[in-house]
């Protein structure tokens, strides 16, 4: 932290601040120039907040000079994270596609859709059984049922499961059901006792964006997670909000080396609700591999026309089978197995 003292500040004013950053068990480097007084903090300055020092008689501003961010931070870590899920690797050099319907829906379409999923050579399933959806007279999923169907489609093909937890009250039930992989929505990225909760046991989890949230506050979000001991984190770019109307959401490509440079966590983009039309998914999802995604979350069901949320997003299994194929190109040429 530096603060940035007035031109005609007093002495008494410098003493100030110093006491201030000293009682917080940091020391002080007086720098005196011919136009500014600048004062650094020297040692954790992760305890100290602009908004401590603005306020006091003398003091122009103050900021942060190193990153909030400390557990997710590349600083903190130099080489790439591989979160290991049953098995299955995410941010290694194979990338990953997590495929499957948004929701749950009965035991006949999820094991079809497992199926599919396992003949497509997905190594992950995902499937929503609690439903975050806009309004509250729309299916809001199976609940604890789903997470039974789904595990029971799933085990037949040693499929590893990812789902959304929007209630730390059913973490014990996830736990439960042995899911392998908690996906926070993007409307919860900012609930920060959900993410303390998840922090709290170390099954992988999927961190999706905050449809509105910068790069930094979905860092932070990581950094609640990771502050609790699970340092088993991904990152899903799913699309943020824009004055655009033609599509969904716009897919952040550049969020994606952006995050390669700023953490040592796996990345990887969900095309799905980004662009929220099935036609535009491959297209989306090929970027997103070339700009260096990890992996990939597609939603795709049996049969999209009859799909009971998201249904205009589905891939069907043959379109998502041609995905796969054509994904293992883009993976080629930038020296990635798929
Ligand atoms: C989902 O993956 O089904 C979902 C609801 O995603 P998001 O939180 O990105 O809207
Ligand atoms: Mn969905």
Not at 184 to 206: A, C, D, W, Y
Not at 260 to 276: F, N, Q, R
Request: proline share 4%; charged share 25%.
């Amino acid at each position: 932290m530096i603060i940035i003292m007035n031109s005609g500040v007093t002495d008494e004013q410098v003493d100030a601040v110093v006491n201030k950053i000293r009682s917080f068990g940091l020391d002080a480097n007086i720098s005196r120039g011919t136009e500014r007084t600048v004062i650094g903090a020297i040692g954790d300055e992760r305890k100290l907040e602009p908004e401590m020092f603005d306020t006091l008689p003398g003091v122009e501003y103050s900021m942060h000079i190193v990153k909030q961010y400390k557990i997710v931070s590349r600083e903190s870590h130099k080489h790439d994270t591989l979160i290991d899920i049953r098995g299955v690797q995410i941010g290694g050099n194979q990338i990953q596609v997590i495929g499957g319907p948004c929701s749950v829906e009965t035991q006949q379409q999820m094991d079809l859709a497992a199926q599919q999923v396992a003949d497509a050579g997905c190594r992950l399933m995902r499937g929503g059984a609690f439903k975050p959806r806009t309004s509250p007279y729309t299916f809001q999923g199976k609940g604890e049922e789903g997470l039974a169907i789904f595990r029971q489609a799933a085990d037949k093909h040693n499929l590893p499961i990812v789902t959304e937890l929007m209630d730390a009250r059913m973490l014990d039930t996830f736990l439960k059901h042995d899911v392998d992989v908690i996906q926070i929505g993007t409307r919860s990225m900012q609930n920060f006792e959900l993410l303390k909760e998840v922090g709290r046991i170390n099954k992988p989890v999927i961190l999706k964006r905050g449809m509105s949230a910068t790069i930094s506050e979905w860092l932070m979000a990581a950094e609640y997670i990771a502050a609790g001991g699970n340092h088993n984190i991904i990152f899903c770019e799913r699309g943020i909000r824009s004055f655009e109307t033609a599509y969904r959401n716009v897919m952040d490509v550049t969020c994606i080396p952006v995050l390669k440079k700023e953490t040592h966590l796996p990345v990887i983009v969900d095309p799905s609700h980004a662009g929220g039309k099935a036609w535009m998914v491959p297209a989306l999802a090929r970027a997103a591999i070339a700009a260096g995604a990890d992996g990939l979350l597609v939603e795709m069901h049996p049969n999209p026309c009859e799909a009971w949320c998201d249904a205009d997003q589905a891939l069907n299994p043959q379109e998502f089978k041609d995905l796969m194929g054509s994904l293992k190109g883009i993976a080629q040429v930038i020296g990635r197995s798929m």
